[in-house]
């Protein structure tokens, strides 16, 4: 079972890279995408991470606040 989690409230100037970075230190990231307005490129502010070991979500989820371009960002669990 692969859990993957929502990441709210993001910058608008954050990329996959930056999210990539900071949530390969919890784990094995195996998809992350960043939600962009198809009409500026930018983001609309939140994306989604999947890691391989779902122990992994658990711990993001109990550890923090996290910072991710410099603002902290909420999570919230969703179905794959």
Do not use: W
């Not at 100037?13 to 990539?20: D, E, H, I, Q, R």
């Not at 990231?29 to 070991?53: A, E, H, I, L, Y």
């Amino acid at each position: 079972m692969i859990l993957s989690y929502n990441v709210i409230d993001c910058h608008t100037l954050v990329t996959v890279g930056s999210m990539l970075r900071y949530f390969s230190r919890y784990g094995e990231v195996v998809d992350c995408v960043v939600m962009k307005n198809p009409m500026t490129g930018k983001s609309r502010g939140f994306g989604f991470v999947t890691f391989k070991d779902p122990a992994c979500v658990e711990t993001v989820l109990s550890s923090g606040p996290h910072v991710l371009d410099d603002r902290q960002v909420m999570f919230s669990l969703t179905d794959v």
